[in-house]
């Protein structure tokens, strides 16, 4: 029996599943939380948490990933979203795979079992997305990303760079861009940062 946990927001969320689940004779659902906290706290002892990528809690998916995986378990990321940089993070950060919910009750159970099995659940446009590699950035953009993208104000960042703030905006409206032309549009590129694991720029 692959017994298993449900973290997310919607308390409505679990009795669905369960419902899905159903007819899998294999897989019981044995604890559910709102929060990664709060299922630490109890300490269930299961196999897989199917874990949703945004909780009201405002905890980042890849480090509530790292967290579960701390104890042992394997994480199986659930998410109406598949964006490019959600699929990248939680999975460079230990997820074992990541399932876009559409209700397929088949397709859950196959990758609760396949993640229980030690293999990775991922179909294969987002493995696609998983080894594909970022935009490539220019040097100056390259650096422009990590310095904002890690913590320095705009000011701060021309000056660490030695040009000027709407230069450094530049470079950030050129990275947003080179993300929109592959329709992955990003709002704030600070979330960028961990896309490329090399920072020409860091000092």
Not at 85 to 112: N, W
Not at 155 to 176: D, F, N, Q
């Amino acid at each position: 029996m692959i017994r298993v946990a449900i973290i997310d927001n919607d308390k409505l969320v679990p009795a669905g599943l369960r419902a899905l689940l159903a007819d899998a004779g294999d897989i019981r659902l044995v604890h559910t939380a709102t929060t990664v906290a709060g299922h630490l706290t109890a300490a269930p002892e299961v196999d897989v948490v199917l874990l949703d990528l945004r909780l009201e809690d405002g905890t980042d998916a890849a480090a509530n990933v790292v967290a579960l995986r701390a104890g042992g378990v394997r994480v199986l990321v659930f998410s109406v979203h598949g964006e490019r940089r959600h699929v990248r993070a939680t999975v460079h950060a230990g997820a074992s795979g990541y399932l876009v919910k559409d209700d397929d009750a088949a397709k859950l159970a196959d990758a609760v079992r396949t993640v229980h099995a030690g293999q990775p659940a991922l179909t294969a446009e987002l493995m696609s997305i998983i080894n594909d590699d970022p935009p490539e950035l220019s040097p100056q953009e390259a650096r422009a990303l990590y310095l904002y993208g890690t913590g320095s104000t705009l000011a701060a960042t021309a000056r660490r760079m030695g040009v000027t703030i709407p230069t450094v905006r530049s470079y950030l409206t050129r990275i947003r861009a080179k993300w929109a032309a592959i329709d992955q549009p990003v709002d704030d590129v600070r979330l960028l940062v961990d896309e490329y694991r090399q920072h020409p720029g860091r000092e």
